[in-house]
């Protein structure tokens, strides 16, 4: 037995735009694969709809990548598969390099016709815009018959293997990082997209016209906390999120490795929705609170109390219904789907909110106006 119920809400969030419309759902008796599947014929159902003539029809299963693969390859956890350049590790093909020699890691990718597209100031705007700070950006420029720099300090059997690995045209771009993973990961994701958008600025269809949905899943269930004591743990999402059933006898020798029930919804290189399946189980609950994040159980009393009196195994997910409007219409800014956009201080300027109060209307909802000078402890 499934039981689903939908919520349709305005939520204010910590954007630039202070309230945004969501599509959330919760379900008894359900599973993440089963979350999933009715997602799929909800979207499904809508872009295959007459009104969006100018993108191409959905069907099926979405893919599915892990966390830890979409870091690898696309450098962030929400990619825009309608274009390749791939991450690569070329880590043991640098050995000889030696700048890069010793580095924990090397990551790299191929801009394709990146060296003949570019300007000297566009190349340079890629390193600036990795946002990159101990670590730099090396960018080796392919000439048109296919050969390396000369004074590059790479032997030509690694020059070989890095056009082999990489895949390298003439006229190509390679970009490589070194550093440690967590850092470089995300800069040559940044950069990933930087040559993108380059290359369309050069009149270049780098991104394909479609509709490139993706589930992400096998997200940390716990992160170290930044700046904290040694051994110190928070939930990456909420910590009511349950964890993957094979990771269960982890949660007491190595928590950091434990996987959690999350998955997020991508498109086109936008994260749509999020969700979970959560703990019902109330030593498992307590445990997780109590003895890993170190929470006071006073605090969580009244949910401790119904996961012990009986709760059904459920889960649930919120798409961003501004967000999937924004992407179907190919509007850039979330302002243009809202019917009533907010300035960035939350004025609303159709319903001129908010607005004065009257101590007439305060009296009606026995209310008190603040004097000024009142002081709070």
Known sequence: VQRESFVVCACPLTFSIPCLS????????????????????????ITNEKEWPHIATISGDFPTYSYSQVMAEYGSDKPDLRFEMKISDVT??????PFLASSPTVRALCFPQGNKLL?????????????????TLTVVRIDESGAWPEKFPASSDTRTSLNQKLE????????????EEDDVLPALGKVRLHCANLSEKHGVDVRRNELAFAWVEDFPLFSPVEGGKPGQIEASHHPFTAPCTEDLPLLASDPLKVH???????????????????????????????????????????????LKMGCPPHGGIALG??????????????????????????RDFFLDSPSYVSDEDLKDYRLLRPSRNTQTS
Do not use: W
């Open 119 to 135: 300007s000297n100031k566009e190349r340079q705007s890629l390193t600036s815009f990795s946002g990159l700070k101990k670590e």
């Open 321 to 346: 219904m501004d967000r999937l409007v924004a992407v179907l219409c190919g509007y850039p800014s979330l302002k243009d789907v809202l019917a009533f956009p907010k300035s960035k201080d939350g």
């Open 92 to 97: 043991s093909l640098t050995t000889e390099i």
């Open 168 to 179: 390298v045209q003439p006229n190509d771009l390679i970009l490589m990082i070194a550093g």
């Open 22 to 45: 969501k599509l959330d759902l919760e379900m008894s008796f359900t599973s993440q694969r089963g979350i999933q599947q009715l997602i799929e014929r909800l979207l499904c159902n």
């Open 260 to 306: 959690g029930q999350h998955v997020d919804l991508v498109l086109n290189g936008v994260e749509i929705g999020g969700g979970s399946v959560r703990i019902h189980d109330c030593e498992l609950q307590r445990h997780v609170l109590c003895d890993l994040l170190k929470l006071d159980e006073s605090d969580f009393g009244p949910l401790l109390k119904m």
